[in-house]
T-cell receptor, first 109, second 113 residues
Framework: RKEVEQDPGPFNVPEGATVAFNCTYS??????FFWYRQDCRKEPKLLMS???SGNEDGRFTAQLNRASQYISLLIRDSKLSDSATYLC??????????FGKGTRLHILP | NAGVTQTPKFRVLKTGQSMTLLCAQD?????MYWYRQDPGMGLRLIHY???????AKGEVPDGYNVSRLKKQNFLLGLESAAPSQTSVYFC????????????FGPGTRLTVT
């Protein structure tokens, strides 16, 4: 099993819809988690951190489920500008960082 | 405040040539990282540094060397380039380790022929 796994997609979602995707991790020692957004041919940029208590930022909600070892990202009222690849990241105390391969999201007009 | 910068932005090398990629950050971050990103493989960590004068191996270190002589700079060297090293290379920095956001540079597109 890969350490961090994501559905590669693409998710084709109409504008205004809600979309959610998960990311599973295999290392129970993973301590911190993030969602990054990457636009085509650009660098990844932090979307949000994922806290044990969950995290909401506007239309975006991230949650962590330690028992089942996955994190999720929910995007409400999706915009055309949300089209991108979403990368999840797991880090542990030994400075081990693993990126998922990303989930591609296309918002359709 | 430029954040993280990388030079060069593009480079074409012939097999066996050497080159150095430069990463610079002006945020006084302790940690710096070098990744490569290939289609279908995602971001993979090559080497990283937890502070000036330190380096450590990541997931795919073979064929690369690094140096962190100054806190703000992290150099990635390819001593004898191979076509398998054709990739997009990203540098990143963070204030510290676990729990801290990484800031990425714009990337270097390297082609080895």
């Amino acid at each position: 099993r890969k350490e961090v796994e994501q559905d590669p997609g693409p998710f084709n979602v109409p504008e205004g819809a809600t979309v959610a995707f998960n990311c599973t991790y295999s290392n129970s020692a993973s301590q911190s988690f993030f969602w990054y957004r990457q636009d085509c041919r650009k660098e990844p940029k932090l979307l949000m951190s994922v806290y044990s208590s969950g995290n909401e930022d506007g239309r975006f909600t991230a949650q962590l489920n330690r028992a089942s070892q996955y994190i999720s990202l929910l995007i409400r009222d999706s915009k055309l500008s949300d089209s991108a690849t979403y990368l999840c990241v797991a880090m542990n105390r030994d400075d081990k960082i693993i990126f998922g391969k990303g989930t591609r999201l296309h918002i359709l007009p | 405040n430029a954040g993280v910068t990388q030079t060069p932005k593009f480079r074409v090398l012939k097999t066996g040539q050497s080159m150095t990629l430069l990463c610079a950050q002006d945020m006084n971050h302790e940690y710096m990282y070098w990744y490569r990103q290939d289609p279908g493989m995602g971001l993979r960590l090559i080497h990283y540094s937890v502070g000036e004068g330190t380096t450590a191996k990541g997931e795919v270190p073979d064929g690369y060397n690094v140096s962190r002589l100054k806190k703000q700079n992290f150099l990635l060297g390819l001593e004898s380039a191979a076509p398998s090293q054709t990739s997009v290379y990203f540098c990143a920095s963070s204030l510290s380790g676990v729990g801290y956001e990484q800031y990425f540079g714009p990337g270097t597109r390297l082609t080895v022929t």
